[in-house]
């Protein structure tokens, strides 16, 4: 299993970046997708789950209502699009895939089998 994180940059306070990530190796129709972050000198956080189906999503209270995540079936591609970013976001992101069936998401890191390699995201006010 292949997880590539791609999109991150350095960006002003309220701009927008689409972060992805394109899985492969395996089927991940039964998967969950999720995104996570790690700010210096802080622990890796939560920031977004979906099931590979798309029947379940679960956001962060700190990005709900300004990052979207979402899946390109065809392309076997998570997406995280950041919107209204703000200097608090500045971070590394991270996918990841949890590869347990049902439907249930996750927040928890432990949850998740396999990690990206990650993304810088920067933001400057």
């Known amino acids: 299993v292949q997880l590539q994180a791609s999109g991150g940059g350095s960006v002003q306070a309220g701009d927008s970046l689409r972060l992805s990530c394109a899985a492969s190796?395996?089927?991940?129709?039964?998967?969950?997708m999720g995104w996570f972050r790690q700010a210096p000198g802080k622990e890796r956080e939560f920031v977004a789950t979906?099931?590979?189906?798309?029947?379940?999503?679960y956001y962060s209270d700190s990005v709900k209502g300004r990052f979207t995540i979402s899946i390109d079936n065809a392309k076997n591609t998570v997406y995280l699009q950041m919107n209204s970013l703000k200097p608090e976001d500045t971070a590394v992101y991270y996918c990841?895939?949890?590869?347990?069936?049902?439907?249930?998401?996750?927040?928890?890191?432990?949850?998740?089998?396999?990690w990206g390699q990650g993304t810088q995201v920067t933001v400057s006010s």
């Open positions: 979906i099931r590979w189906s798309g029947s379940k999503i």
């Open positions: 190796g395996r089927t991940f129709s039964s998967s969950a």
């Open positions: 990841a895939a949890d590869l347990s069936p049902g439907y249930s998401v996750h927040v928890a890191d432990w949850k998740y089998d396999y």
